[in-house]
T-cell receptor, first 112, second 112 residues
């Protein structure tokens, strides 16, 4: 029972490089989320998708793009990484009307 | 935008003591959730609250959804060493499908 799977688990990027963080869920959930976690800042919402085909900005969307490829997958893209994007990124999913979001294990990203 | 203020930021207590933490917001939420995060892991749901005034327990944990719908608290009774971790409150934004906002977290340390 995989739940929410994120890849990669760790990544180091140079400033200006691009990359895509992958997320997939096998719980048939409609809603999916991307958060970043920084010390003392809690979890801040980057983007979310309430259903397949829709995406909306969260609290800190600048510097990121997302794609809801299908119901299972929600990817986060950094087009030109900056050191300020060094963080732990979490993907989560939840059933529509039920906000008990379930989290992946996280991706630890360092931008040098 | 919507913000959740969680307090205290950190707590260091003796094993066996009771713990209380709370979240407040200037906005109304129609769902409150409490999560715990262990080091290196994603947050895991502890308690979900769906109705104003609701009081829900999960073992030694008790949480309440404030009457005004702008606050919630979590109590842990008779703390044990495995309660160590970061506790987050989260709220679903009223009238907005799927937008789940988190507090800054309370770091709990328990001294055996």
């Amino acid at each position: 029972n995989a739940g929410v799977t994120q890849t990669p688990k760790f990544q180091v990027l140079k400033t200006g490089q691009s990359m895509t963080l992958q997320c997939a869920q096998d719980m048939n959930h409609n809603s999916m989320y991307w958060y970043r976690q920084d010390p003392g800042m809690g979890l801040r919402l980057i983007y979310y998708s309430a259903s397949e085909g829709t995406t909306d900005k969260g609290e800190v969307p600048n510097g990121y793009n997302v794609s809801r490829l299908n119901k299972r997958e929600f990817s986060l893209r950094l087009e030109s990484a900056a050191p300020s994007q060094t963080s732990v990124y979490f993907c989560a999913s939840g059933a529509q009307g039920n906000t008990e979001a379930f989290f992946g294990q996280g991706t630890r990203l360092t931008v040098v | 935008g919507q913000q959740l203020n969680q307090s205290p930021q950190s707590m260091f207590i003796q094993e066996g003591e009771d713990v209380s933490m709370n979240c407040t917001s200037s906005s109304i939420f129609n769902t409150w959730l409490w999560y715990k995060q262990d080091p290196g892991e994603g947050p895991v749901l502890l308690i979900a609250l769906y109705k104003a005034g609701e009081l829900t327990s999960n073992g030694r944990l008790t949480a309440q959804f404030g009457i005004t719908r702008k606050d919630s608290f979590l109590n842990i009774s008779a703390s044990i060493p495995s309660d160590v971790g970061i506790y987050f409150c989260a709220g679903l934004v009223t009238g907005n499908t799927g937008k789940l906002i988190f507090g800054q977290g309370t770091t709990l340390q328990v001294k055996p």
